[in-house]
Each structure stands twice: as structure tokens, then as C-alpha cells.
């Protein structure tokens, strides 16, 4: 079975310095997706990025961006320029691509926080 | 991506009573699911909901406890069944296949329940 692991269970910052939360993974599948997902406090879930296992080249969305090792099993995400509104939940999550339903595996989260 | 609304959005109710949480999307989708999250913990498969069938539930999760209806592409809805103080938590409904690729889960606001 596929499992995520987020070391991290705390982080902290300083407000415009950069940040890597890490992850890793587990699967003896080759086809999958990875995910990043934020929760502020609101508790609303953000998708802040995705990755394709196929792919090479790492995914990045603004000041969001992973490092996707796949030969080490590693999806981190870097978040350079932090901002207040950064604070949250983050959780690395994995999707397999032979999953007709769609089913995500989360992490168990990684709290950041954004130190003024 | 798909917008998802939840209501209620939050409830207080007794023991042993029931509640029905709503999940609405503006857009056909494939698949809903339904999440428990305690508080700073990760989430928690409940059952996955496929339109037209029955929803298939994670193991320790039962029918009888946590029914759930999809009459149709849009719409689904959680009741929580004779709850206890243990059922307080964040519920939250997402939704997949919709016209991405990827088919990553977007996710509603959720419902906080507390039971006294």
C-alpha cells in the first residue's frame, strides 16, 4: 500500500525568507500524481500545486515550487518569499494513476508558521 | 476548478441525534468522497460516492452509521447517524473528475460539528 510521510509536523519562518517542506513517498507503482494542499485556518483545502510522476521537470506556481525526486521518493515544496497569509496546513498527498476512483492519500501534515 | 459549497457549515447537536451535511457543486463531476478531520490531524477517507450506485465506505466506517445519497452529478449529502461526543469533527466534502487530467480533489469548506 502507498503511504506519505511529512517529517515535519511544525515550521517556522521569517515573513520573505524562503521555506522547504518535506515529503516523501512510498509506492512500487511508476504512473502517479503528487499533490500539495493548503489549509489556513478558514480550514478551507487549496490545491497549491501538482506534479506528474512522467514528468522531469519539477512544477512551480508563483513563489510555490517542488523539488519531485522520483529515484529517492522525495516531494518537497519550497515557498520562497513567505507571506503572513502562507500560515497554514500543508499536506503532501499522492494519487495513483491506476486509481478509477480517484482516491488521495494524504500526509499527515506539516503546520507553517510565518513569523512577522 | 470546481466551486463546492457546504451547509451547514457549522452545527451543535445533541447525543444521540442525526445530521445531514450537503455537499453542492457548480459543475458535473465523476466523484465525490467524504472526509473527517480532526482538529490538526489529517483527513480521514470516509466512503468515496459514485452517482447512480452505493457508496463504497473505508474500512471502519459503516453504512448504518454514516449514510450517503448521490441522486445526481452534483449533489451529495452525509448524515451522521446516533451521534457521541467521538463523532465532533470537521467534515468535508470533495469532488473529482471534472475536465482535468490530473483528476485531483477540490475541496468544500467543510462542516464543524460539535456533539454534546
Known amino acids: 500500500a502507498q503511504t506519505v510521510t511529512q517529517s515535519q509536523p511544525e515550521m517556522s519562518v521569517q515573513e520573505a525568507e524562503t521555506v522547504t517542506l518535506s515529503c516523501t513517498y512510498d509506492?512500487?507503482?511508476?504512473?502517479?500524481?503528487l499533490f500539495w494542499y493548503k489549509q489556513p485556518p478558514s480550514r478551507q483545502m487549496i490545491l497549491v500545486i501538482r506534479?506528474?510522476?512522467?514528468?522531469?521537470q519539477n512544477a512551480t506556481e508563483n513563489r510555490f515550487s517542488v523539488n519531485f525526486q522520483k529515484a529517492a521518493k522525495s516531494f518537497s515544496l519550497k515557498i520562497s518569499d513567505s507571506q503572513l497569509g502562507d500560515a497554514a496546513m500543508y499536506f503532501c498527498?499522492?494519487?495513483?494513476?491506476?486509481?478509477?476512483?480517484?482516491?488521495?492519500?494524504f500526509g499527515k501534515g506539516t503546520r507553517l508558521h510565518i513569523l512577522p | 476548478s470546481a466551486v463546492i459549497s457546504q451547509k451547514p457549515s457549522r452545527d451543535i447537536c445533541q447525543r444521540g441525534t442525526s445530521l445531514t451535511i450537503q455537499c453542492q457543486v457548480d459543475?458535473?463531476?465523476?466523484?465525490m468522497f467524504w472526509y473527517r478531520q480532526q482538529p490538526g490531524q489529517s483527513l480521514t477517507l470516509i466512503a468515496t460516492a459514485n452517482q447512480g450506485s452505493e457508496a463504497t465506505y473505508e474500512s471502519g466506517f459503516v453504512i448504518d452509521k454514516f449514510p450517503i445519497s448521490r441522486p445526481n452529478l452534483t449533489f451529495s449529502t452525509l448524515t451522521v447517524s446516533n451521534m457521541s461526543p467521538e463523532d465532533s469533527s470537521i467534515y468535508l466534502c470533495?469532488?473529482?473528475?471534472?475536465?482535468?487530467?490530473?483528476?485531483?480533489?477540490?475541496f468544500g469548506p467543510g462542516t464543524r460539528l460539535t456533539v454534546l
Open positions: 498527498a499522492y494519487r495513483s494513476a491506476a486509481d478509477r476512483d480517484d482516491k488521495i492519500i
Open positions: 506534479q506528474e510522476a512522467y514528468k522531469q
Open positions: 470533495s469532488v473529482s473528475g471534472g475536465h482535468s487530467s490530473y483528476n485531483e480533489q477540490f
Open positions: 509506492t512500487s507503482e511508476s504512473d502517479y500524481y
Open positions: 459543475s458535473q463531476v465523476t466523484m
